[in-house]
């Protein structure tokens, strides 16, 4: 289990160094896993973060110290974010990728699939199962009134380092900002290997390096106000 310390940093360097990381989850049973492969990295004074808006209840686990566990409904769905050091610092889980190993077998992911099934109803296949936050929480099942607030427990919930480090990262704008609420900033990671699993993939046909995306190490400095070059 990673300790708070991991999480009390800047936010872009633990969005960074999330990716490959494993979130596990136990669930009737079962353990449940997920890699990590992209994460969004969000600041107090960011315009497109839910601290800018200011302190409520709701939003008290940005303003705790890193590793506080925030929830909240996006479209209809649960969405899992992580404080980070400092308040109103956070990181955003974007998408995952299901792990299967001696932890969690081939049980654990068909649990997984029936806990997210298709439109139909059917098993969604494994590569789509986490591609995006709230698919990533009901697959995982988690849900905002169990964990909103709370803290990993290692009997339960928590992420773990499993040794797979990707040794450089695609950075890029984040999803579903606003134009005028800092939607320019490149605050969004992704592991390049599971790009087409991700929410939106950054190397799809018509992205330009440079433009429209950049390649940065695992681990870097803080590059709050950053922008990708023109």
């Not at 974007?94 to 997210?116: C, F, I, T, Y």
Request: proline share 7%.
């Amino acid at each position: 289990m990673l300790p708070d310390s991991f999480f009390d940093r800047d936010a872009c360097q633990v969005a960074r160094e999330l990716i490959g990381m494993v979130l596990r989850r136990r669930h009737q049973g079962l353990w449940l896993s997920a890699r990590i492969i992209e994460t969004e990295a969000y600041y107090l004074h960011d315009r497109g973060s839910h601290a800018s808006l200011g302190y409520t209840h709701k939003r008290r686990a940005l303003f705790m110290d890193g590793g506080a566990i925030y929830m909240y409904y996006a479209r209809g769905g649960d969405s899992l974010n992580i404080s980070a050091g400092g308040p109103g610092n956070a990181v955003l889980i974007k998408s995952a990728h299901p792990w299967v190993d001696a932890v969690s077998g081939e049980e654990s992911l068909a649990r997984m699939q029936a806990l997210n099934p298709d439109a139909q109803g059917g098993s969604r296949p494994p590569q789509r199962l986490c591609a995006g936050q709230t698919l990533l929480c009901r697959s995982l099942g988690l849900k905002v009134p169990d964990w909103d607030g709370g803290h990993f427990d290692p009997a339960v919930f928590f992420v773990e380092d499993i040794g797979a480090r990707p040794p450089r990262l695609i950075r890029t704008v984040r999803l579903g900002i606003p134009e005028g609420r800092d939607a320019h900033l490149p605050y969004r990671f992704v592991d390049p290997a599971y790009a087409p699993f991700c929410t939106r993939n950054p190397l799809r046909r018509g992205q330009v390096a440079g433009r429209d995306y950049d390649w940065v190490t695992r681990q870097g400095r803080p590059c709050k106000g950053q922008a990708l070059r023109s």
